[in-house]
């Protein structure tokens, strides 16, 4: 007598499993609020004008280039996969930026859409070596990584200062909130964030991100485009780090090749702790912000503090993004149970 075939799920049984799957991915992102809370509030018990606006809009300001890498890396994740060239990619952004507009005199905005396509290339490319050759992502984006790195030392080995007023406008532009002040660099990151929340929960293409990686088998039973989702998350990624180098090249004023150096393990660390599961299909935008608030707020303590070692920052990021490993392999054994 034959063994059973299993049967195939429906897709009915399909979204029955992701729904139950997203619920248990508010776990995380809970626990995220709440560590956040409780880092403002010893903060503001321990420094005086802790929680002025301003101060809390500079954790916003300081970080907006690292808001976007996280919104971009956040898609790659989702779908189960990871982006190691996002630092790199964000300083051949620079690079870009400040090469072409000063050294050749090309208007500003035609620079900038031209780093911006030199991370599509590059994001779409390695989303090729993924999916279509099996090239495990973290090899995939590795030789990314070099690639990227490497290109900025072939446009300079120095760094280029740009003169051009519009990257110093765009710097020195301030937008009034009541007695404080954001920069546009800020509402670039939260129009990012808002746009990628859209994308990833009222649209297809979105629903598609989650499915391939909580399953890309039972994706692909479910006749949604694996291929094509699986290229345009790494896409996203590029260009979202091309674009968080424009940002940091508005801060800056130049192009640097080493700029960003580690800059994919901070991007990583505040996804992790935002919520978003190494494995994929769950997670959440809005995680991802406040996973990177979070390090900005640690930032602002070690700051305040004086006396400490900007390193402590790096050590307080570490143990938050074990314990959260932890707890998503916790929730991991549970979904499977």
């Known amino acids: 007598m034959s063994a059973p075939t299993a049967t195939p799920p429906t897709p009915a049984l399909e979204r029955l499993r992701l729904a139950v799957s997203h619920r248990r991915g ?8 709440l560590l956040l809370v409780v880092l403002l509030l010893a903060g503001n018990s321990r420094y005086y004008g802790f929680l002025d ?9 300081n970080n907006a280039g690292l808001l976007v890498l996280a919104v971009g890396m956040t898609f790659v994740m989702l779908t189960g996969g990871i982006d190691l060239s996002v630092g790199a990619m964000a300083a051949l952004s620079t690079m870009i930026c400040a090469w072409l507009t000063e050294t050749n005199g090309w208007p500003p905005l035609v620079s900038i859409l031209v780093a911006l396509l030199a991370g599509a290339v590059l994001g779409k490319t390695m989303g ?8 495990q992502p973290f090899m ?12 900025c030392f072939v446009i300079s080995t120095e760094s280029i200062s740009i003169s051009d007023p519009f990257f110093a406008s765009a710097a020195q532009y301030r937008i009034t909130v009541g007695s404080a002040f954001i920069t546009w660099s800020v509402v670039i990151a939260f129009a990012v964030v808002a746009i990628a929340y859209t994308v990833l929960h009222y649209t297809r293409f979105g629903r598609g991100v989650y499915a391939v990686g909580d399953n890309p088998q039972s994706a ?8 094509r989702t699986v290229l345009s998350a790494y896409t996203v990624s590029g260009v979202c780090s091309a674009l968080g180098g424009v940002l940091f090249t508005f801060t800056t004023q130049s192009g640097y090749s080493l700029n960003l150096l580690g800059g994919e393990l901070d991007t990583i660390a505040a996804v992790v702790i935002g919520g978003t599961v190494l494995t994929g299909g769950s997670g959440y935008v809005l995680g991802t912000v406040l ?4 390090l900005g ?3 602002t303590i070690v700051t305040f503090e004086g006396t400490l070692s ?3 920052t790096k050590i307080v990021t570490g143990v938050l993004l074990l314990s959260f490993v932890l707890l998503q392999r916790v929730l991991t054994a549970r979904r499977t149970t």
């Open 26 to 33: 508010y776990v995380p992102v809970a626990s995220t609020a």
């Open 53 to 61: 606006t301003q101060v809390l809009l500079n954790i916003f300001i």
């Open 128 to 135: 090729h070596m993924v999916h279509d050759y099996g090239v």
């Open 140 to 151: 995939a984006t590795l030789a990314g990584m070099f690639l990227a790195r490497g290109l």
């Open 220 to 227: 692909e039973l479910m006749a949604l485009p694996v291929r």
């Open 291 to 294: 996973g990177v608030t979070v």
């Open 297 to 299: 707020v640690i930032q």
């Open 310 to 312: 900007s390193w402590w």
